[in-house]
């Protein structure tokens, strides 16, 4: 989500064309430093090393019922590890070590999968399917499902407090991260927009759509950043560019469903028209990169895979196969 408790919302102002320009932002998006920069085979790595130690993660214990539902969609075939992968980038930025981001990386993807879990329930967005596979609750019922959702968010605290090699992160950074993520999660993030998603109401489509979708993003840079070092004013600029990135990656899914007929009321093409959620999206695009502009001190190897992000969520130029 792109708002949260402790931001101002991103606004998107301006004057908006008559007859708005995809290949706008297409330049735009692409005049960074980024283009050289092999994000496929950075993604893809870390794809694996993730997903070996979230299998570990996450054994079958006693009763088998339960950790079999959370296996099922933590561990699920397709899923892009993007939170995991936008916190190791951004631990990276600033030298941090890849094994000091590795449990809050797969903690991140505990509490996502939880969070998708959830929504798919029948009392929440009812979607029988999830990346072309059916849904935790329509394998293993509603109730199941519930709980393989309830267990993974703390467990993603557990595996934090855990597993962080205490020689390379502080105690009191732990700390930070816990909160970074609970704050998320809770009635300030991803609840909050699902209330609204749920209620209507006098809300405005941009609240619902940036507490579900910006949030993440925002949650996992600045956890990357708090694993190496960064300053409080960087973390800011994490922050904004996070929540961005997170926001653009729908902006543009509602676009592609639009430009298949999949209509949908509750998305920013559904509500605007697919030209008006381009320039947003152009917009999204523009502001996630202006706040990578503090970091190019770092060096452009360092910088490169969160610009890269920024690329991919706009353009979906490759395929990732996992």
Known sequence: MLLSASATPLRFGGHVPEKP?????KQAIRSSSSNNFDLRTYWTTLI?????????????????????????????KGAKRAPPVMCVAACE???????????TACALEMVHAA???HDDLPCMDDDPVRRGKPSNHTVFGADMAILAGDALFPLGFQHIVSLTPPHLVPRSTI??????????????GMAAGQYVDLEGGPFPISFAQEKKFGAMGECSAVCGGLLGGATDDE????RLYGRAVGMLYQVVDDIRDDDKK???????????????????ADELSVKAKKELQVFDKYGDASVAPLYSFVDYAAHRDFLLHV
Not at 21 to 25: F, V
Not at 93 to 103: N, T, V, Y
Not at 175 to 184: K, M, N, P, V
């Open 262 to 280: 999949k209509k949908k009321k509750k998305s920013y093409a559904g509500v605007f028209g697919s030209e008006r959620a381009m320039e947003m």
């Open 21 to 25: 320009c995809r290949m706008r932002m």
């Open 93 to 103: 930025l600033f030298g941090g070590d890849r094994l000091a981001a590795f449990p």
């Open 115 to 117: 969070s998708l879990i």
């Open 235 to 238: 973390l800011q600029s994490l």
């Open 48 to 76: 694996t090393e993730i997903n070996q130690k979230l299998d570990e993660a996450i054994p079958v214990k006693y009763p088998a019922g339960i950790y079999e539902a959370m296996r099922y969609s933590v561990l699920a």
């Open 175 to 188: 700390l930070r991260l816990i909160s970074e993520i609970a704050r998320t999660v809770g009635s300030t």
